[in-house]
């Protein structure tokens, strides 16, 4: 299971790299670029997700989540470039917050008892303090938890 979240972690870090790049080398400012670069990060959630499909049961599930928190991501730091506001980039950030949660949540179901009892209690904390980073002006984590 740590395996599994460090691969995964560890993969969405790179993509999550390699769009940001993608997006500051674009600037998003022309309406072609932007709608290139949108086009090309739901071209990736949908190869990401079809990834997904050689997975069964919560492997699939956290799989897949994963995928949604990396295009939620790009997405929200794409629009984010493009608005250039500050409203933008908080509510981009809260997008992310929210998609690291459910990822957070998903993982916690290969667990049982009081393990995953845990896992979900830190899974809120977690929520919590990323909401009141982005109250304070700050970002979420690029893997979507501050752990």
Known sequence: MKTQIKLMSAIVSGVLLSTSMAVSAADATDSAQYKAEKTAIEKRFKADKESCDTLSGNAKDICEKQAKFT??????????????????????????????????????????????????????????????????????????TLR
């Not at 179901?109 to 009081?114: A, I, K, Q, R, V």
């Not at 919590?128 to 690029?142: E, L, N, Q, S």
């Open 71 to 144: 295009e939620v991501s790009a997405l929200g730091e794409l629009e984010a470039n493009a608005k250039g506001t500050v409203e933008a980039r908080r509510d981009a950030e809260e997008d992310k917050a929210k998609a690291a949660y459910d990822l957070a949540r998903e993982k916690c179901d290969d667990l049982s008892g009081n393990r995953k009892d845990v896992c979900q209690k830190d899974a809120v904390a977690d929520r919590d303090r990323m909401r009141a980073d982005i109250k304070a002006g700050g970002t979420v984590p690029p893997q979507g």
